[in-house]
């Protein structure tokens, strides 16, 4: 299950045909630009896949590599070179964007490992189908219900207020459940990043199913604010 | 990405939206999720204990317009099929119906487990049990 990622696959330099590690953005030896290297978004950031970051040290090395890349620079480059610094920084963006929001940099960091995460993913496909977290979708399924009261008497113009009173107390309940979910997956972070590989896939396997709870949990908090309007 | 239109007309008058008894022996109840979207969905049937026929299916779905219309599809399909002819329908004649896209497959698969649970509810508590085919069959 776990997928190893070979992310230095070296690559000879275009320009000074020097081997440097393929998920370089320049070369190490002539400093000039590469083509986007087919390697994971930690890697652009010279990081192995992990899950705690440093963020501020992420934030810095993105704006300084940003600034390398930013086409102004390659004005008078050669065409490959302008291309690249356009791809380049799609990448960097792309890359940026997944690591350094904890959800995203998690179930990328999942999927990288072979975890079958997200839409693409039919239930026929999962190795896993008990994945569902029973315990929660009597309690989804009712507090929907009354989502869908709540709206319907809106639109009558006359909400009850003890409806309003369980909603409300409601939200304040899964916001709590969504904080433990938070508080566990972190917990799992600091296993996956000094774990062996046993204990690796243990940690994925809990972080899979936390994900899963936590999309229930993070939807209905969604529909209830903008039900309740708060 | 637009929806076909089959799809859309099952969203907006979707068949047999509505609530069974829960706790009477002659209905079966599926709740089922999928982890993917957070969709959650309902599937009730009322069975006629002597013939073994879905007299009424009841669905009520939150989720997408292709869950929506999976599910309204498939008690569509279930009403008026014996429990066992019921157990045949797959998530892939689901697809084809509607014209699902691929990223929208896990709506039929969750309309299928409704089925399935749903019936599975009603076997449970009507003490007939699972044959052997229903279980191989089922995934």
């Avoid at chain 1, 940003?66 to 070179?81: I, K, M, T, Y």
Wanted: aromatic residues 6%.
């Amino acid at each position: 299950m776990l997928k190893v990622i070979d992310s230095a696959v070296p690559v000879a330099c275009w320009s000074c045909s020097v081997a440097h590690n393929d998920a370089t953005l320049f070369c190490p030896h002539c400093s000039k630009i590469q083509p986007p290297p087919g390697s994971d978004f930690f890697s652009v950031f010279g990081l192995t896949p992990r899950l705690n970051l440093d963020l501020p040290e992420l934030e810095h090395e993105f704006h300084r590599l940003s600034r390398r890349l930013h086409p102004d620079r390659f004005a008078r480059a050669g065409e490959n070179e302008k291309q690249w610094s356009l791809a380049d920084t799609a990448l960097l963006n792309d890359a940026y964007r997944t690591l350094k929001e904890p959800i995203h940099r998690t179930e990328y960091l999942l999927k990288l490992h072979g975890a079958e995460i997200g839409e693409e993913h039919s239930g026929k496909d999962r190795k896993d189908p008990s994945r569902v977290p029973a315990d929660l979708l009597e309690e989804v399924f009712e507090l929907n219900m009354q989502l869908e009261e709540m709206r319907l008497e809106r639109t009558t113009g006359e909400a009850d207020p003890v409806l309003q009173a369980s909603l409300e107390q409601a939200k304040r309940k899964f916001d709590g459940l969504l904080d433990e979910v938070d508080h566990d997956l972190r917990a799992q972070w600091q296993a996956w990043d000094e774990g062996d590989i046993a204990v690796r896939q243990s940690a994925q396997k809990t972080m899979v199913a936390l994900l899963d709870r936590r999309r229930y949990l993070s939807n209905l908090v969604r529909d209830v604010t903008e039900t309740l309007g708060v | 990405m637009a929806y076909s239109d089959k799809v859309v007309d099952h969203y907006n008058n979707p068949r047999n939206v509505g609530t069974l008894d829960k706790s009477s022996t002659e209905v079966g109840t599926g709740l089922v999720g999928a982890p993917e979207c957070g969709d959650v969905m309902r599937l009730q049937i009322r069975v006629n204990p002597e013939t073994q026929v879905i007299e009424e299916a009841k669905f009520k779905t939150f989720g997408c317009g292709s869950a929506i219309a999976s599910s309204s599809l498939a008690t569509e399909w279930i009403k008026g099929r014996t429990v066992e002819d019921a157990m045949a329908i797959k998530n892939t004649d689901i697809v084809k119906e509607l014209s699902l896209p691929p990223v929208k497959i896990h709506c039929s698969v969750l309309a299928e487990d409704a089925i399935r649970a749903a019936i599975g509810d009603w076997k449970k508590k009507n003490g007939v049990a699972e044959t052997a085919a229903a279980e191989t069959s089922a995934h």
